[in-house]
């Protein structure tokens, strides 16, 4: 797959020190863009990653900030523009979960999860769209969950928030398919990231029995994907939730 195109262009992925982000960043890079890597407090892991992806001959910057927070996504903003210039691909990725009945969180936990899954999304792409406007071109990119679609048990506001994740994702298509500025999300089934190590052995095997596969994705099969809606490769494609879950049930 010829990715040309992609070269020299400035790519953003927030909460991109591990896991998903780091797996799109890493395969991004690897297509030719210069990769902004973000995280709100894992420091030491977001300089590893960089560090791992100037090793890989991957022009990058690393910048510490929380996208929950609009005003420090316009520093965030800034400070790529300085370096970088304006954002070209923007990978809403950043996210945290919570296990547990809804009865039992409290009014701060949920307006976390919201806060970091959602209103995130809302912040940096209220931010990008001005400059894909002017230039006529630009991709945003989400990270949603297959739960955004039909809901999981005990994960009742991570679910509401990548549902609203889905809905945004439709909205915005339509809003800035004028511009030439395509917006798709990709639902994530099971990936294999810290944030499902929380499973025991057991839970692990019976979750995989669920899967066509019969096994967890990985966060370079996530990269692939994201590397295929950024390009030109999938240029009619757009207001698109595209479930990437290994045949679940």
Known sequence: MDLQELKGKTALVTGSSRGIGKGIAFALGKAGCRVVLNASRSEKELEQTRKELEDASIECMAVLADVSDYTACKLLFDKIKSTFGNVDILVNNAGISHIGLFTDMT????EQVLSVNLC?????THIAIPPMVHKKDGVILNISSMWGAVGASCEAVYSASKGGINAFTKSM???LGPSHIRVNAIACGVIDTAMNRCFTEEERTELAEEIALMRFGTPKEVGDLAV???SNHSSFLTGQIITLDGGMQ
């Not at 009014?107 to 949920?110: G, V």
């Not at 995130?120 to 940096?124: A, I, P, Q, T, Y």
Request: charged content about 15%; overall charge neutral; aromatic content about 14%.
């Open 228 to 230: 295929f809606l950024a």
């Open 173 to 175: 298509a339509k809003e």
């Open 120 to 124: 995130s999304v809302l912040n940096c």
């Open 107 to 110: 009014p701060h936990q949920w």
